[in-house]
């Protein structure tokens, strides 16, 4: 070799080298992308995504998570993209888990959840399991708990003289709400009509389903995608019997939300969720919330989860795992949701230190998100109903149980007549 070729080489290695840190950094810059298609959650909740994914990408450099909001049509978006060859790994619409979970098209993320050192008594609240389990595999992970769940105006209770539910304890049952209930409703004007009543609450079916569940039952044979309808059994018989019962002695009528917190429409409504405290920022009285009441069966109410999913489409299945346990099993994520979205962690360890990380919060909205978790997490909770039918049978259900609160018609008529309607939707359904 010449001494113009040795002088030349080390450029040639320098060269080289630099080539090749270039195609390495290229390689780690790529490593992989996952795309996280969002539903309709509301400004701070894209708020919250993105400032977690600049974290995420930060602690694992050749990471990008690429967040794509689709605000209407949602899941009929995220089958397009998918359908088209677009990349989806994401997603966290309760109506996306149901629809996919329904045709089989979720990813199962057990490997990944147990490589990663999770454990499912430990990091899944025990009353997701029924919905984000199947066959031994986990097909979601719950972002947040969110229920309807009751409040009564402590102001109210106390000018009364009755005794505040937070006091009751295992005394807070329907037998408590029969015995009080006259107590609690109050004609003021004189004129024949009550104008706060003891209890208001929401008669859809998804609300109506906690006094059926207190009962002893269940509307439907499982909590996801059910076959049969379960409306001719004795706990549905005396769950919706019970609210009927209510309506007939003159102490309940159908809730309003503004109106309980703004006009003292009824001592206690049974559903009300962490989104209704804002009711209370122009209101002079103070309110506290509780657990579902004790029925003849057991107590609890219905639980909400908004889980976070991946497609089986998706070819970064274990890093949108990985993404979306950093938002939904990691104490910073869940607090930061909190604090920017008001929304209640989902992450059992979160839930249990949440006050730890409240020391900000006014002490009344702490103590009223507090009674909120409290509520949320009683051990008799149960999850939502998930039935691509859920429409159709709100249709059949809601408008017919009104009657029967007004006295129009008789439960068991009703119960005879929407049996039939609401199992021909389920049949829908699996005849396809």
């Avoid at 702490?366 to 978790?373: A, N």
Wanted: proline share 6%; glycine share 6%; aromatic share 12%.
């Amino acid at each position: 070799m010449s001494r113009r070729g040795w002088r030349a080489f080390p450029a040639f290695v320098l060269l080289t080298v630099m080539l090749s840190a270039v195609v390495s950094w290229t390689a780690l810059a790529t490593q992989a992308k996952v795309v996280h298609v969002v539903a309709n959650h509301a400004e701070p909740f894209l708020e919250f995504l993105n400032e977690r994914k600049a974290v995420f990408e930060a602690e694992n450099p050749g990471v990008e998570v690429e967040i794509l909001y689709q605000p209407a049509d949602y899941v009929t978006k995220v089958q397009l993209m998918i359908a088209g060859g677009i990349p989806v790994d994401v997603m966290d619409s309760t109506h996306s888990f149901m629809v996919f979970s329904f045709h089989d098209t979720l990813a199962d993320l057990m490997p990944y959840f147990r490589a990663a050192n999770y454990n499912l008594d430990r990091d899944i609240l025990p009353f997701a399991k029924p919905v984000m389990m199947a066959d031994g595999r986990l097909l979601g992970i719950p972002s947040q708990v969110y229920a309807p769940v009751p409040a009564y105006n402590r102001s109210y209770f106390e000018e009364v003289g009755v005794a505040p539910l937070r006091t009751l304890g295992n005394e807070w049952t329907w037998d408590w709400l029969r015995a009080n209930g006259a107590r609690l409703t109050k004609d003021v004007d004189g004129d024949g009509v009550a104008d706060t009543y003891a209890v208001s609450f929401s008669s859809g079916i998804t609300r109506v389903s906690t006094v059926v569940h207190q009962a002893g039952g269940s509307l439907f044979d499982s909590y996801i995608h059910p076959r049969r309808a379960l409306l001719l059994t004795e706990p549905v018989r005396t769950g919706l019997g019970f609210f009927a019962e209510l309506f007939e002695r003159g102490v309940a009528t159908l809730q309003n939300t503004a109106n309980f917190f703004g006009q003292r429409q009824s001592a206690i409504a049974l559903h009300v969720g962490a989104s209704d405290l804002r009711f209370t920022e122009n209101t002079p009285d103070e309110f506290e919330f509780v657990a579902h009441p004790r029925g003849p069966v057991r107590a609890g109410g219905m639980i909400y989860f908004g889980p976070f999913h991946v497609p089986a489409a998706s070819t970064q299945q274990e890093w949108a795992f990985r993404w979306i346990a950093f938002l939904a099993l990691n104490e910073e994520s869940q607090i930061r949701m909190m604090q920017l979205t008001g929304r209640i962690p989902g992450h059992p360890a979160t839930l249990r230190r949440l006050d730890a990380y409240m020391g900000t919060y006014d002490p009344y909205m702490r103590s009223c998100i507090l009674q909120i978790r409290d509520a949320c997490t009683h051990a008799d909770s149960y999850p939502h109903t998930l039935t691509e039918a859920e429409g159709a049978i709100g249709r059949v259900f809601n408008t017919a149980y009104n009657n029967v609160l007004r006295g129009v018609t008789p439960l068991e008529t009703f119960l005879e007549t929407v049996q039939p309607l609401i199992q021909m939707e389920l049949d829908k359904l699996f005849a396809q």
